[in-house]
Nanobody
């Protein structure tokens, strides 16, 4: 059974940090890309970052560049999203997702939901001003 379990969300003040994690099981972790998406109240879900385990490439939304860092621990089958300098507009439910990603996939396809086969239940991140 495929499982993606997010943890590490929470409440933090603006300027603070959080490091949600996504623990995966039930599929060949090394062959999949793990993406982080978020959905704020009243807004569409958007891609935040992605780690491609097959080639080590990382991808970031413009809103995440310079503040967020994605990493993968293959021994633990876990992907982390280090979020620094958090802003109130980062408040959202954060989801991780897994999908196969070929080395010649279009660069921006990492942020497209149909590229992912499996989804976690989400973890709430709230940034207070």
């Amino acid at each position: 059974e495929v499982q993606l379990a997010e943890s590490g969300g929470g409440l933090v003040q603006a300027g603070g940090s959080l490091r949600p994690s996504c623990a995966a099981s039930g599929f060949t972790f090394d062959d999949y890309a793990i993406g982080w998406f978020r959905q704020a109240p009243g807004k569409e879900r958007e891609g935040v970052s992605c780690f491609s385990n097959s080639d080590g490439r990382t991808f970031y939304a413009d809103s995440a560049k310079g503040r967020f860092t994605i990493s993968s621990d293959k021994s633990k089958k876990t992907v982390y999203l280090q979020m620094n300098s958090l802003k109130p507009e980062d408040t959202a439910v954060y989801y991780c997702a897994a999908g196969p990603r070929s080395s010649n996939a279009p660069v921006n396809s990492w942020a497209l939901e149909p590229e992912y086969d499996y989804w976690g239940q989400g973890t709430q991140v709230t940034v207070s001003s």
